[in-house]
């Protein structure tokens, strides 16, 4: 044989090869190449839509975030607010007792006081009846006397 029939011979099966990987192998090949591919278009497209929602996802946690925040501050200056009226009454409550304390006690110093006074007429006019006594060297009767001892005690 010679070289050149053997180039030709290998030319042809050469390209019988290159037909057969053609018509068999490489439209498979071919196909997985482009599902792959696909497939990394459709990761890629749903990281890209993962992403996008994770951002939208983390906006609305901050939003959230701050509403809460809002809100809890809202409610402390609630409480404070009524902690301050809590206070705000209770010293009135204590004042308008501390006054009720302070009128009951004048009003029972002055019912002692007027006691005091009846207790100290009455003395005063034992004390005249005894001193009229003791100058007019007589016993005076004091059933007899006893308006005339009413007034005294009036007097004084």
């Known amino acids: 044989m010679s070289i050149n029939a053997t180039l030709f011979v290998q030319a042809i099966v050469f390209l019988i090869l290159v037909w057969f990987t053609m018509k068999f192998v490489w439209p498979p090949i071919a196909k997985a190449l482009d599902e792959r591919a696909q497939k990394i278009a459709e990761g890629l497209a749903a ?17 959230e975030l701050a509403q809460a925040r809002i809100e809890t501050a809202s409610r402390l200056a609630d409480a404070d607010r009524r902690a301050q009226a809590i206070i ?3 010293k009135a409550r204590a004042t308008e007792e501390g006054n009720k304390i302070v009128a009951s006690a004048r009003a029972e110093a ?15 006019a034992a004390l005249a009846v005894k001193g009229a006594e003791q100058i007019l060297r007589k016993e005076v009767n004091a059933g007899v006397h006893a308006d005339l001892l009413n007034r005294l005690k009036t007097e004084l």
Request: charge should be negative; proline fraction near 0%; hydrophobic fraction near 35%.
């Open 47 to 63: 990281a890209d839509r993962a992403k996008s929602e994770l951002t939208a996802a983390n906006q609305k946690v901050e939003k």
């Open 88 to 90: 705000e009454e209770a």
């Open 110 to 124: 002055e019912q002692q006081t007027v006691q005091a006074r009846e207790a100290l007429r009455e003395q005063v």
